[in-house]
């Protein structure tokens, strides 16, 4: 079974830093690409980032392009998500999720963690 947990979030300030962890089982996680998404509330699932196995390639929606960075540990069968000069818009929900079709740049996704929510403050 499919497991993934989120944990990181929090309060920031604007201009600040969280690191986001999505910790896994249930699959060999070194085979699997892995994207994050974010819901902001009363708006849609939106696609963060995604990470192939191995680590690269990695691609980035624009509006965190340089300021966000994903990263896995294939040891510790878990997903990070650095997240830097944090702005209010960046405030949702983020999940990890594992994309359709094993493909690091899906906007689809076949499973997802609970989610934990990062609050950005101007």
């Known amino acids: 079974q499919v497991q993934l947990v989120e944990s990181g979030g929090g309060l920031v300030q604007s201009g600040g830093s969280l690191r986001l962890s999505c910790a896994t089982s249930?699959?060999?996680?070194?085979?699997?690409?892995m994207t994050w998404v974010r819901q902001a509330p009363g708006r849609a699932v939106e696609w963060v980032a995604g990470i192939d196995s191995g680590g690269a390639p990695t691609e980035y929606a624009e509006p965190v392009k340089g300021r966000f960075a994903a990263t896995r540990d294939d040891t510790k069968a878990t997903l990070y998500l650095q997240m830097n000069n944090l702005k209010p818009e960046d405030t949702a929900v983020y999940y990890c999720?594992?994309?359709?079709?094993?493909?690091?740049?899906?906007?689809?996704?076949?499973?997802r963690g609970q989610g934990t929510q990062v609050t950005v403050s101007s």
């Open positions: 999720a594992r994309p359709l079709d094993n493909w690091y740049s899906s906007r689809v996704y076949i499973a």
């Open positions: 249930g699959f060999r996680f070194a085979n699997y690409a």
